[in-house]
């Protein structure tokens, strides 16, 4: 009779019973969304979904930068303003990297003096693909 439980066995079954592990947690995390939200299916609703959560969890709104609703109005009137790129890491959670730039003429009564030329704000956000924002590699750009 043959010996079922040898270490080989043993080995190819927690092997195998990680990666399944691994393909639930990643299918879970990339499609189960929370409430109001979606999984993200084109580079155009990764757009929608940032602008819509940079306005809700007002995240770099500042003295410099401006109000970001105000930003996120220049970006709707500017050309070429946005980009976004969908990857996979190796364990097979989706992110979008998700550039926002828009040129903004500065308020004169929060700028006094300042020549009123146009200032260029930038925003890269990194996004889970439900939308959550990763505050530790996003940033914001004034030039």
């Known amino acids: 009779m043959m010996m079922i439980i040898r270490p ?12 399944l592990w691994v ?4 299918y879970r995390t990339n499609y189960y969304c929370g409430p109001g939200d979606h999984p993200i299916q084109s580079e155009v609703d990764a ?7 940079i306005v809700e969890r007002g995240l770099f709104s500042s003295e ?19 980009h976004a790129i969908r990857s996979r890491n190796i364990l097979g ?14 308020s004169a009564r929060l700028y006094p003096g300042m020549p009123t030329d146009f200032f ?21 750009i004034v030039d």
């Open 23 to 26: 393909a639930q947690c990643s």
């Open 64 to 82: 410099s930068f401006g109000s970001i609703s105000d930003f996120v109005d220049a970006v709707g009137r500017t050309e070429d303003c946005c």
């Open 120 to 140: 260029s704000h930038s925003v890269l956000l990194d996004l889970s693909n439900c939308g959550s924002i990763a505050t530790e590699n996003s940033y914001k």
């Open 93 to 106: 959670f989706i992110t979008w990297d998700v550039y926002l730039g828009a040129r903004i003429r500065p």
């Open 8 to 19: 080989r066995n043993v080995f190819l079954a927690l092997t195998l019973l990680l990666l």
């Open 47 to 53: 757009i929608a979904v940032a602008k819509r959560k």
